[in-house]
């Protein structure tokens, strides 16, 4: 079933400039891009029809989120900072909103076929967390949003390493129960400031939490202690990347490698790329976001 066309032509339906953008990206992709994203899109459909929605309540939340995200980048561009001053904001604004959350959620899964660097940065973690597979006694997840990376590693993973998320959001928790297959997966509603588990961990994961506190340095260095000294922490965060809950704004790489090594840790890989194909001067001018992934590991 070819769910990808169907999905850009409902989309360009309602906003065919984003449409035609879309065909435009996802056109240059390989074959195996597209089967990927078919089969991706088939379990969003099974995820979804278990809260009774379907394809069309995706596509609707991905049209409300990409509104939101037009609408932020208007305001980044005139002021040069995020809407979103503080932890507080975020969390009245979109982790403790039901409404706002659900569609954000939903919104931020069909994202990962539809905009190739999510799916850049995705595979990028796929790729690399197979290495780890015998030192992955347990494994933590921060902010899980979707479920989509704690899904991916159950797979990947032994059958023997224990998994835990925790998030702030009681929308996130209740969205990444129904997207994750695996059963046995500890959730737990904290702030991870205030996370306090019995043991540390031999790997964690946090994807797109950085830029969402006011600082970045301090929320590294509680994660860190929450991590083994062998232990490896996966981040992700974007540079001028405005979002209804971005605070901390990250202008380019080396921002980001600055807060990691002030943190205490030393990056081993990392993925660092601009979401438009332009060149580093025209993604300056005019503040393109960068998406940035790394495995890091305590100095
Ligand atoms: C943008 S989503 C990231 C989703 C997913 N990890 C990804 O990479 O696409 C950010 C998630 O972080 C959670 N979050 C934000 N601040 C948090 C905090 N201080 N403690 C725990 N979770 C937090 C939010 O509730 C949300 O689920």
């Known amino acids: ?37 078919n089969e991706f899109f088939s379990t969003y459909i099974s995820f979804a029809k278990k809260t009774d929605k379907d394809l069309d ?20 561009l005139e002021t040069g900072e995020y809407t979103t001053k503080s932890f507080e904001d975020a969390n009245r604004r979109v982790y403790n909103n039901p409404e706002v959350m659900e569609y954000y959620m939903h919104g931020l899964l069909m994202s990962q076929y539809l905009w190739v660097h999510h799916n850049d940065i995705y595979k990028f973690f796929v790729g690399n967390i197979t290495k780890h597979k015998t030192e992955v006694s347990n494994y933590l997840e921060i902010g899980a949003g979707h479920g989509m990376y704690i ?33 046995d997966i500890n959730y737990m509603l904290s702030d991870i400031y205030e996370y306090e588990p019995s043991e540390k961990y031999d790997f964690i994961t946090m994807g797109e939490v950085l830029e ?18 062998s232990g490896t922490l996966f981040i992700t965060a974007p540079a001028n990347a405005p979002a209804i809950d971005h605070i901390y704004l990250f202008k380019n790489a080396e921002d980001i490698r600055d807060v990691i090594t002030a943190a205490g ?35």
């Open 57 to 76: 309540y995706g596509i609707a939340c991905y049209l409300r989120m990409l509104a939101d995200v037009n609408q932020e980048y208007i305001a980044f």
């Open 265 to 299: 840790l030393t990056i081993t890989k990392e993925y660092a790329e601009f979401v438009e194909d332009v060149s580093p001067e025209i993604a300056e001018q005019y503040k393109i976001a960068l998406m940035y992934g790394a495995f890091l590991k305590k100095q």
């Open 212 to 229: 969402h506190v006011e600082d970045p340095i301090s929320l590294l260095k509680c994660v860190s202690g929450l991590l083994k000294d």
């Open 1 to 37: 079933m070819n769910y990808l066309d169907d999905i850009i032509a409902k989309i360009a339906t309602e906003n065919p400039v984003h449409g035609k953008k879309l065909r435009k990206n996802i056109g240059k992709q390989s074959q195996e891009y597209k089967d990927k994203a």
């Open 151 to 183: 899904s991916e590693a159950t797979k990947l993973l032994s059958d023997t390493t224990s998994f835990d998320v925790v998030d702030i959001s009681p929308t996130s928790l209740e969205i990444s129960k129904s997207f994750i297959e695996k059963q």
